[in-house]
């Protein structure tokens, strides 16, 4: 059975920075590539930052470019993502998955989704 065990999420001031955690099982991890997605209250599910398998390619959804950065640790099946610069904006609920199809236009995630980790940037 597939599971994603998200963490991290916090009660951050605006400017701050948070590194979040996802660990995967019940599946081959280093096979798939790997994504960051988040939800916002009221919003749909949109697509933060994926990672290709072992690492060598990213993407991020213009919002974060240049403030996340998404990683991997293929040994220990988990994913992070570090957040800098956060804004209100970023307020959300963060998941990870994996990507059974990626386009910069449209993503599919390939399992049913974890438990999420809640991200508010808020002063």
């Known amino acids: 059975q597939v599971h994603f065990v998200e963490s991290g999420g916090a009660l951050v001031q605006p400017g701050g920075s948070l590194r979040l955690s996802c660990v995967a099982s019940?599946?081959?991890?280093?096979?798939?590539?790997v994504a960051w997605y988040r939800q916002a209250p009221g919003k749909e599910r949109e697509l933060v930052a994926t990672?290709?398998?072992?690492?060598?390619?990213?993407y991020y959804v213009d919002s974060v470019k240049g403030r996340f950065t998404i990683s991997r640790d293929n040994r220990n099946s988990a994913s992070y993502l570090q957040m800098n610069s956060l804004k209100p904006e970023d307020t959300a609920v963060y998941y990870c998955?994996?990507?059974?199809?990626?386009?910069?236009?449209?993503?599919?995630?390939?399992?049913?989704w974890g438990q999420g980790t809640q991200v508010t940037v808020s002063s």
């Open positions: 990672i290709t398998s072992p690492g060598g390619n990213q």
């Open positions: 019940g599946f081959p991890f280093s096979s798939y590539d």
């Open positions: 998955n994996a990507l059974a199809y990626f386009s910069q236009t449209y993503s599919k995630p390939l399992f049913t």
